[in-house]
């Protein structure tokens, strides 16, 4: 009942949500995601993490297509994407969990830095 609750939740947050906050959503779930792969590994639950693992890097990739290219720090996210992308890619292969942490880094900087441009933007010093 309450996981019947927690999706309409979500689903109702993400048909709501700006496009900004949509962005948040994203980066969230990646690195709920990679906590969560990381969690697997350590439990040798290999094929588990690399459902997760492909996950994230679907979201990788749903980001790399909504970016406006025409803009330089979108074609700077662009190849942050795809080096993060090939990360977990090499990760999956060789288990170096190095790769895992700093994707993991990358991941929670971004949301972090995602708030706080939101938090400018909605508060109007963004512009």
Do not use: C
């Not at 009942?1 to 689903?11: E, G, H, S, T």
């Not at 492909?54 to 990739?61: A, C, D, L, P």
């Not at 662009?78 to 170096?96: D, G, P, S, V, W």
């Amino acid at each position: 009942m309450q996981n019947a609750q927690q999706l309409q939740y979500l689903k109702v947050q993400v048909e709501t949500a700006s496009p900004g906050e949509l962005t948040l959503l994203l980066y969230q779930e990646t690195v709920r995601s990679l906590l969560k792969a990381k969690q697997l590994y350590t439990q040798g639950e290999y094929e588990s993490m690399n459902e997760v693992l492909h996950k994230v890097r679907s979201i990788f990739n749903e980001l790399i297509i909504t970016l406006d290219l025409q803009y330089e720090i979108s074609r700077n996210l662009k190849e942050l994407y795809l080096f993060y992308n090939n990360y977990l890619a090499q990760f999956i292969i060789n288990k170096n969990e190095t790769l895992l942490d700093e994707t993991l880094d990358f991941a929670r900087g971004l949301l972090e830095t995602w708030k706080q441009a939101l938090v400018l933007v909605k508060s109007g010093r963004g512009n």
